[in-house]
């Protein structure tokens, strides 16, 4: 785009977006209450003889109102949950690391034999930090497979 006629004054992209303190009409007369962010038009188009134009297209926020980036950026993220496998005297170990192998996206083999050692000698091991609808589904994924799991908050994100 080279430039664009706005109310018969000829702007270049650099003049839109960078002004010069000497300009002669500002884009924004008196105070600009709202946000909002120019939008640049083809004037190369068909249909478009001479490229001339009535006034910028500008998309307004209303004042005081977030936009959706903000409002993401400000929910809270689910607390995370961990899946705890406990020790059991009836499965052979290879098929824990298989079912684990098998339940838990990206586990690899390494993983899985730690995690079941770990549970093997203390009791319990976590096998995974994640959302509490994956924990849940993890979990029961697990039992499924005769292996003996739980969930809980993970409060301190370790």
């Not at 005081?64 to 949950?81: H, M």
């Not at 098929?95 to 730690?114: C, S």
Request: with cysteine; charged share 20%; hydrophobic share 35%.
């Amino acid at each position: 785009m080279d430039s664009a006629m706005v109310g018969r004054i000829a702007l270049s992209p650099n003049h839109v977006l960078n002004p010069k303190p000497g300009d002669k009409q500002p884009l924004c007369k008196g105070p600009c209450n709202y946000r909002g962010m120019l939008v640049a038009v083809s004037t190369t188009g068909p249909g478009r003889g001479g490229g001339l134009l009535e006034r910028p297209v500008i998309e307004k926020t209303a004042p005081g109102r977030e936009s959706e980036f903000d409002l993401r950026k400000s929910r809270k993220t689910a607390p995370p949950y961990r899946v705890i496998l406990h020790n059991d005297n009836f499965n052979k170990r290879e098929y824990v690391v298989q079912v684990l192998m098998k339940v838990i996206p990206g586990m690899t083999l390494d993983n899985a034999v730690n995690i079941m050692q770990e549970a093997h000698h203390n009791g319990l091991s976590v096998v995974i930090i994640c959302a509490q609808a994956d924990a849940e589904e993890h979990c029961m994924q697990l039992r499924g497979n005769g292996l003996l799991s739980t969930i809980e908050p993970a409060s301190d994100g370790c």
